[in-house]
């Protein structure tokens, strides 16, 4: 069972860049077919799709957040990450990591969530 | 800037049948768009019930259901169950700018 834990800061300052890492357990994220997706949850709000990678390394972003963001991934590690650089208070959200097959655009595996708050 | 709406709330009684909708600024929405749907509780991660319009996942109870409906994806509860009190969100794809836009939402009461 592929399982997905997001990691990183809970706490980022003003100006500076947000930095969060998904690690993939259970499964590897280099499978053919398969992308890779950030999505956020401002407090008592929607969710917002943020971007994925496909496995062939192909990124696609919100066209709202396009110049801030960046998504990677380390094979080597089995994780993939969001950057998301001069955050203000309205990047304070819960970000989630999803998984899942591209060919029939399914998002089966979500990770728990991880609160980041921009604050100084 | 693509919108996609869904009912703000809906309520439904214990063993009843409500359909939730999902719709695009932009037109009709058809198979193409590959609408997903999920379930989020408070508290929870969002869990996925459906794609590609119709297809259930290996968890998705059997009275949950996906559809096109008067140019709208759909979702129907049927035989409603306390604990699909919940949050629904649908996500549409739009392939020719390569974007996935979530629904509004639709809070769905059991009462």
């Known amino acids: 069972q592929v399982q997905l834990q997001e990691s990183g800061p809970g706490l980022v300052k003003p100006s500076q860049t947000l930095s969060l890492t998904c690690t993939v357990s259970?499964?590897?994220?280099?499978?053919?077919?398969?992308?890779w997706s950030w999505i956020r949850q401002h407090p008592g709000k929607g969710l917002e799709w943020i971007g994925y990678?496909?496995?062939?390394?192909?990124?696609y972003y919100n066209p709202s957040l396009k110049s801030r963001v960046t998504i990677s991934v380390d094979t080597s590690k089995n994780q993939f990450s969001l950057k998301l650089s001069s955050v203000t208070a309205a990047d304070t959200a819960v970000y989630y990591c999803?998984?899942?097959?591209?060919?029939?655009?399914?998002?089966?595996?979500w990770g728990q969530g991880t609160l980041v708050t921009v604050s100084s | 800037q693509t919108v996609v709406t869904q009912e703000p709330s809906l309520t439904v009684s214990p063993g009843g049948t409500v359909t939730l909708t999902c719709a695009s600024s932009?037109?009709?929405?058809?198979?193409?768009?590959?609408p997903n749907w999920f379930q989020q509780k408070p508290g929870q991660a969002p869990r996925a019930l459906i794609y590609?319009?119709?297809n259930k996942h290996s968890w998705t109870p059997a009275r949950f259901s996906g559809s096109l409906l008067g140019g709208k994806a759909a979702l129907t509860l049927s035989g409603v169950q306390p604990e699909d009190e919940a949050e629904y969100y649908c996500?549409?794809?739009?392939?020719?700018?390569?974007?996935?836009?979530f629904g509004t939402g639709t809070k769905v009461t059991v009462l």
């Open positions: 999803a998984g899942g097959s591209s060919f029939t655009r399914r998002f089966d595996y």
């Open positions: 996500l549409l794809y739009y392939g020719g700018a390569q974007l996935d836009v």
């Open positions: 590609s319009t119709s």
């Open positions: 259970g499964g590897s994220i280099s499978s053919g077919g398969y992308y």
């Open positions: 932009t037109g009709a929405v058809t198979s193409g768009y590959y």
């Open positions: 990678i496909y496995y062939s390394g192909s990124t």
